[in-house]
């Protein structure tokens, strides 16, 4: 006699593995993109609240300009931290971490009484704000394979999202509540609805939430550099790029103020900025899909450089509208492209902490511009000289990033779909 054997008539089922670029990963993209335009209002709260604060505490530009300074700098050294978390932990741990951050320092910020304490509070909104964007663009290119570079830009498009909504809100919650109260409202806010972001995200990432690069596919670019090379030039060429991106969009708020057409004038144009931003960065995701990381950052920081000359020649209003178009239009793809570029040259386990140790390099580039923009106005009563001294550093940008190209040329080596040499 055969015995009989148990066989349930409802097998528990093992649910299936998760495929790149497939429909889960186009809806994980869609909440990291939300949680992204949420996460970072406080680089854009602190522009068009610059002027406010420096009339209450009768401070200099240049002193309020060391919230924006030091906000950044929160930012990328909390980058570098969450990258590693992520790396090791997950990108939901990381994100924890980040919204508590996030919310506290809102409160701080609106709740200081001294500009040393708000500037302070904006150290802590930079951490908060760390994990929305090196490591979550990071944790996205692990998603997907064919769209890899598009999938980067998206996430990376979260922060031009909320410096698209974010300087408007900001501008009427200071007209109507000031903006004491709306720092408060702010942190409460986005750490609510961030908290149930990440939650979803959670649920739709199950047992992927810590992720295993056993499998990973090998770089698609061989530059013949060491990986602490390459690291280290993606990260000067990171600093050049964003002292000169820094200059329009940290102060042309003030900049609007200064020329008589007001604060909420120039918030419109730092909001245009970003829209146009937005659009930027999903062409260069595109782009870099097609001919790689290194020529799309290569012709973003060329567009970047001669966007940013207008501005030596052309202040009227309609002008200034026009050229901020124009310079969101050609910018917005250069941050994300040294996250695809490290992903395309260097190990996909060191891929979270690698971007965030080249994005913290490029917010410090951006914390350095705002500040130094500052300073040169205050020297000299105006900015044509700050902007001069954004061309010569983005002058800088394109020599690293041609010389990067030259070398993938000679070295390239293609090894996988979407990527042409």
């Known amino acids: 006699m055969?015995?009989?054997?148990?066989?349930?008539?409802?097998?528990?089922?093992?649910?299936?593995?998760?495929?790149?670029d497939s429909r889960q990963a186009w809806v994980r993209l869609l909440i990291a993109l939300v949680i992204g335009s949420i996460g970072a209002v406080g680089m854009w709260a602190v522009v068009v609240v610059i002027p406010v604060v420096q009339v209450e505490?009768?401070?200099?530009?240049?002193?309020?300009?060391?919230?924006?300074?030091?906000?950044?700098?929160?930012?990328?050294?909390?980058?570098v931290i969450a990258g590693r978390i992520t790396d090791r932990f997950g990108i939901v741990q990381a994100m924890a971490i980040s919204i508590a951050f996030l919310g506290i320092a809102n409160v701080l910020a609106g709740l200081s009484t001294h500009l040393w304490q708000f500037v302070a509070a904006y150290f802590l909104i930079g951490l908060g704000t760390s994990a929305t964007f090196a490591p979550l663009m990071a944790e996205a290119s692990h998603w997907f394979e064919r769209y890899r570079g598009l999938a980067v830009t998206i996430v990376a498009s979260g922060n031009y999202v909320a410096g698209t909504i974010w300087p408007p809100i900001v501008s009427f919650g200071i007209q109507t509540i000031g903006w004491r109260y709306t720092h408060i409202g702010i942190g409460l806010v986005c750490a609510s609805l961030m908290t149930v972001l990440v939650l979803v995200l959670r649920s739709q990432m199950g047992d992927d939430k810590v992720r295993n690069h056993a499998n990973a596919p090998p770089?698609?670019?061989?530059?013949?550099?060491?990986?602490?090379?390459?690291?280290?030039?993606?990260?000067i060429a990171s600093v050049a790029c964003c002292v000169a991106m820094a200059m329009p969009q940290v102060h042309i708020v003030a900049y609007c103020g200064d020329l008589g057409f007001g604060v909420a004038r120039g918030a419109e144009m730092l909001s245009l900025m970003m829209g146009c931003g937005i659009v930027s960065r999903i062409g260069s995701g595109y782009l870099a899909d097609r001919i790689g990381g290194i020529p799309t950052l290569l012709i973003g920081s060329v567009a970047q450089g001669f966007a940013l000359a207008f501005y030596l020649f052309f202040d009227s209003l309609t002008s200034l509208y026009l050229i901020s178009a124009m310079f969101g239009l050609f910018q917005g793809g250069i941050v994300p492209s040294y996250a695809i570029i490290v992903r395309e040259a260097m190990p996909a386990s060191q891929a979270a902490t690698r971007v965030g140790i080249v994005i913290f390099a490029s917010v410090f580039g951006m914390s350095f511009g705002g500040w130094v923009s500052g300073v040169i106005f205050d020297a000299t009563g105006s900015y044509a000289a700050a902007f001069a001294n954004g061309v010569a550093w983005n002058a800088l940008n394109v020599l690293i990033v041609l010389t990067l190209l030259i070398r993938s040329r000679m070295n390239a080596v293609r090894t996988g779909p979407g990527f042409a040499t």
């Open 57 to 79: 505490f009768a401070a200099s530009r240049g002193a309020v300009s060391l919230a924006f300074t030091l906000m950044m700098f929160g930012f990328g050294l909390g980058g």
């Open 219 to 235: 770089p698609r670019v061989d530059l013949k550099l060491s990986t602490n090379t390459l690291t280290v030039l993606l990260s």
């Open 2 to 20: 055969v015995p009989a054997v148990y066989a349930p008539n409802h097998p528990e089922q093992k649910p299936s593995a998760f495929t790149p």
